[in-house]
C-alpha cells in the first residue's frame, strides 16, 4: 500500500513539474485562436443547415412521387 502512495505523490509531482513548463498563449495569439474556432464553427453549422436543406428537400420530392 505504501508503494501505491509513493506513486501517487510521483505522479502528482510530475505532473506539477510539466505544468511549470507550460508557456500560456498572449491576449493576441487568444484572440486570434478565438476567431478561427469561431469562423469553424459558423461554416461547419452553414454547412450542415445546407445539407440538411438539400436532404429534406430530395426526400420530400420522392415522398411526392415526383
Do not use: N
Not at 502512495?5 to 491576449?27: D, N, S
Amino acid at each position: 500500500m505504501k508503494k501505491f502512495f509513493e506513486r501517487v505523490v510521483g505522479y502528482f509531482t510530475e505532473v506539477k513539474g510539466e505544468a511549470r513548463r507550460v508557456t500560456w498563449p498572449g491576449k493576441h495569439e487568444l484572440y486570434d485562436s478565438t476567431l478561427v474556432v469561431i469562423a469553424f464553427i459558423i461554416i461547419l453549422a452553414v454547412t450542415t443547415l445546407t445539407c440538411d436543406w438539400v436532404i429534406g428537400k430530395f426526400i420530400s420530392l420522392v415522398h411526392a412521387g415526383v
